[in-house]
């Protein structure tokens, strides 16, 4: 049955969902979207580091993104940008070398639509393997950290004054980032997987009011948008991550609704 | 004093940064059922030594010494960011596991138990104090810091909340550092006063701080006088402690 490609991905594809519910709910709540875009960005060049070195790909994106957390970290701290301004310093940056890197390697066959917006086609039996143990580990560290990660959501001091250490579960959440993007770049793509982590979240807070709904209907949200959206790729022959992404957004629009009849009330 | 009553000692400590002290010298010590308050004009390191205390800085001047991790803290400001739903019932639970009981008397306490469903940006400024101070009792602390706590509560339940921290303070047999502007209501529950300026300029028992000359000129003669006042007041309102909290019900 593993076989069948359309399996695959629909496996590969819920074990997705189900990792960038609850890590978008953080993305969102912290205001970490154009982080995730920028670290996703520097998967483009992970994949080609890894090609020209041939190492494992999920392991070179997941290096890559997090030296470039630990770059960004570095950076706000020593210079006086802005912490937007370094993001798109450093997301535009390695997006831009990776591309010149493939420049140079002509000799390579390689589908550059497919890093960027995902290739269900390509993805084996390998991949689902790496999707699900990667993703179950990091739901296991999240639901370890999870306390301790949304009080410091909540409020830093706070939490830091009553023993919740935030920043050491700032880094390690940081970790995850990059791991779910590691493991989620074939599937979807570059440019398109902070739209997978965001959309559906920004359903979910038009329909909740506790975090835990949210994260709930966050998760729904993802798991739809996948299923619709690669039931979509299938039929009409679409690119399977900007499938994805549009149906996440039809959900937001269709949630939209239910916040203006909310108002009228 | 046993040196295992002394929840936190804080020695010399003091802060450099960008090239000035936001604070220094700071010599504090707080006990257990001790109330300590830290009063002083704007920009003085109310705040900062607070902070301090709670170890929120990496790198300070001095020493801090805590005997204690159950420590409960009230920041001067939070704002909870609208992306994120939270009902105060989730508010509760923040740092800390606690039973439905635990979470209902708390609330209880401060007023505010019919609140417990809602969403914590709906309140209103003295809802949101009233909801910040149940949090921090709930887990039953042994150590309490208090900065600012009843900003924005009206003037009745001002008075209802401090005499609530005493109890508190009593019941639970724990530490509490306190910071506050409303010097007349706060001295009669307090037992030590630090008045700081940038530095400690003045510190004792409330009467000994009002009537110190440190003081007088950082606050004036007239505050020196409501001091008195409040300090002839004092009895009335700690005999009549339970009674407020009724009110509050």
């Not at chain 1, 209907?217 to 992404?245: D, H, Q």
Request: glycine fraction near 8%; charge should be neutral.
């Amino acid at each position: 049955m593993l076989d069948d490609f359309i399996v695959r991905a629909i496996i590969a594809g819920i074990g997705i969902a189900l990792v960038t519910g609850p890590l978008g709910c953080f993305v969102v709540w912290r205001r970490l979207s154009f982080f995730g875009d920028t670290l996703a960005h520097s998967a483009l060049l992970g994949v080609l580091i890894s090609i020209t070195l041939d190492i494992n790909v999920s392991l070179t994106i997941f290096v890559v993104a997090s030296l470039v957390a630990i770059l960004l970290l570095r950076l706000e701290r020593t210079t006086n940008l802005a912490g937007d301004s370094l993001l798109g310093l450093i997301s535009h940056s390695s997006l831009a070398i990776g591309l010149v890197i493939l420049g140079f390697l002509s000799f390579i066959r390689f589908d550059v639509m497919g890093v960027l917006f995902g290739d269900i086609l390509s993805v084996n039996s390998n991949d689902l393997l790496v999707i699900w143990i990667g993703g179950a580990l990091i739901l296991v560290v999240l639901s370890y950290i999870w306390k301790p990660l949304f009080a410091s959501t909540v409020n830093y001091e706070l939490a830091e004054a009553e023993g919740m250490k935030p920043e050491r579960v700032n880094a390690i959440f940081t970790i995850l980032l990059a791991a779910l993007i590691a493991i989620s770049i074939k599937m979807i793509g570059v440019l398109l997987i902070t739209g997978l982590l965001i959309i559906p979240t920004a359903m979910a807070r038009n329909l909740s009011d506790n975090p835990r709904q949210m994260v709930i209907l966050s998760i729904i949200g993802g798991l739809l948008s996948v299923l619709i959206g690669l039931y979509a790729s299938f039929e009409i022959n679409t690119s399977s991550g900007p499938s994805i992404v549009v149906v996440a957004l039809i959900l937001f629009i269709l949630s939209l609704m239910r916040i203006r009849k909310k108002n009228y009330e | 004093m046993n040196d295992s009553e002394t929840l936190i000692r804080l020695t010399n400590a003091g802060i450099f940064k960008n090239k000035k002290w936001l604070v220094r010298d700071v010599d504090l010590e707080i006990k257990r059922g001790q109330i300590v308050t830290l009063i002083g004009p704007n920009g003085s390191g109310k705040t900062t030594t607070a902070k301090i205390a709670l170890g929120l800085y990496k790198t300070i001047s001095g020493r801090v010494e805590r005997n204690t991790t159950k420590i409960s803290y009230v920041p001067q400001k939070v704002s909870i960011d609208w992306t994120l739903p939270l009902r105060v019932a989730d508010f509760m639970v923040l740092t800390q596991n606690l039973k439905v009981d635990d979470i209902d008397s708390a609330l209880n306490l401060t007023g505010v138990q019919h609140l417990k469903d809602s969403n914590l940006r709906d309140l209103s400024g003295g809802e949101f104090q009233r909801v910040l101070l149940a949090r921090a009792i709930a887990k039953k602390p042994e150590l309490l810091v208090l900065d600012e706590p009843v900003q924005g509560v009206d003037f009745t339940g001002e008075v209802a909340l401090y005499s609530l921290i005493k109890t508190i303070s009593e019941n639970l047999n724990c530490g509490i550092l306190l910071i506050s502007h409303d010097l007349h209501v706060v001295m009669s529950a307090t037992d030590y006063v630090v008045c700081l300026n940038g530095h400690v300029c003045c510190c004792g028992t409330p009467r000994d701080v009002a009537e110190s000359n440190p003081y007088k000129q950082l606050f004036g003669e007239k505050s020196a006088k409501l001091l008195s006042i409040y300090e002839h007041n004092h009895d009335h309102i700690h005999s009549s402690d339970g009674n407020i909290i009724k009110e509050v019900e």
